[in-house]
């Protein structure tokens, strides 16, 4: 039996996730909904379903947005269809946000139905707190729960769950997974030429900025090396002026947006990964998870960031990496100066690290919780 995977028009998820979640649910299989207009079969082997909106009637649309109780989601009747059928046991949708525009959908089948969370879509200060339009996205949050089961990627994602009144029966804590070499990375052993890379999206709570301003204190204090900066984002323009206008200019080389190849390269090459992850000063996020951190883990590189969301959960401090307090750049650059002039302890923190994210967030582990949600029988494939 297929589980229908419903996923947002946005091509990274499409490529990315997608790749593992497939190789998750086989050999059972997976049918595609989207947005995007797309070949019936994607990649040649998996059906996909193309996602087509029907609004609801303008004067139900007007009485919505007046705040009256009336209706006015849209239908799916190509969804529909394919949930009506027997090919289709179980329904998992990729972001809250996504699952809240087919309330219609949800009404018309008994399928259970499975929808992953994330940072982004459970940020409620986005939204004026106490605005009419934040009261009823929260409410229709709490009335998808009784239908759905959510899936969030840390207990810091949970508790905002919580915060909004989602029952704790209704949440599944479930790790991203990512791939884990069968054998530690190795890494020079060097004091000089050190390499640290920043690679993730440049968003207010990663701290790219800060991060440059802790590099730069590092360097006047004595550091030799240089920062890698991959990603892209709404503070990238910033931290390229930053970088302009900094003395050590010459030693910060932001790249832009790089593929999962490029990333690999780059975290093979680093001595340290940094971030400086924070309470967001703009969007009020915390990182719920930190895929880049856990990458850097199972790539042997010990981490520096900030204390703060999941990452206190992931990163082991003094023993994976070190968390400083978020905001506290001398702090941060310290930490930089102890790992680039001690490689004993990049060593041990990066095998600490690495053992960690093989033990905990590995794709198999992932792949294991995520069948055991949707009640795949584990048993045919050693689960």
Not at 2 to 20: D, G, K
Not at 46 to 69: D, F, Q, S
């Amino acid at each position: 039996m297929n589980t229908l995977f419903l996923l947002p028009a946005w091509p990274t998820f499409i490529e990315v996730w997608t790749h593992r979640l497939i190789e998750h649910l086989e050999p059972e299989g997976v049918i595609l909904a989207t947005f995007l207009p797309v070949e019936p079969l994607w990649h040649g082997r998996v059906p996909v379903v193309e996602v087509k909106e029907i609004p609801a009637p303008r004067w139900r649309r007007g009485l919505h947005r007046l705040g009256l109780p009336v209706d006015a989601s849209p239908d799916f009747p190509s969804l529909t269809r394919v949930l009506e059928s027997d090919s289709v046991s179980s329904v998992l949708v990729n972001y809250l946000t996504v699952a809240l525009q087919f309330k219609s959908v949800w009404e018309k089948t008994d399928k259970p139905l499975v929808v992953h969370c994330h940072g982004t879509d459970t940020t409620w200060d986005w939204r004026r707190p106490e605005s009419r339009e934040s009261l009823r996205h929260k409410a229709a949050v709490r009335e998808l729960s009784k239908r759905a089961i959510l899936i969030i990627g840390s207990k810091c994602g949970a508790n905002r769950l919580l915060e909004i009144g989602v029952p704790n029966d209704r949440i599944v804590v479930k790790y991203l997974g990512v791939p884990v070499p069968r054998f530690p990375l190795e890494h020079p052993a060097r004091t000089k030429q050190i390499e640290v890379l920043y690679l993730g999206r440049f968003v207010d709570c990663k701290g790219p900025d800060l991060v440059i301003r802790a590099f730069e204190l590092a360097c006047e204090k004595g550091l030799d090396g240089r920062l890698t900066m991959a990603g892209d984002g709404p503070l990238f323009d910033l931290c390229r002026e930053i970088q302009l206008g900094s003395k050590f200019r010459d030693r910060i080389n932001l790249l832009g947006a790089v593929d999962a190849t490029t990333g690999e390269q780059l975290r093979a090459q680093s001595d340290i990964f940094t971030a400086h992850n924070c309470l967001g000063r703009i969007t009020h996020q915390e990182e719920v998870y930190g895929v880049s951190i856990v990458e850097a883990m199972a790539a042997s590189l010990p981490v520096v960031s900030g204390r703060s969301g999941g990452l206190i959960e992931t990163v082991l401090h003094s023993v994976t990496g070190i968390l400083i307090e978020p905001g506290d750049i001398e702090a941060h650059a310290a930490a930089l100066l102890l790992l680039a002039e001690n490689p004993d302890l990049r060593y041990r923190m990066g095998i600490a690290g690495w053992q960690r994210a093989k033990d905990c967030f590995s794709l198999e582990q992932e792949r294991l919780e995520l069948r055991q949600i949707l009640g795949k029988d584990n048993s045919e494939t050693g689960g």
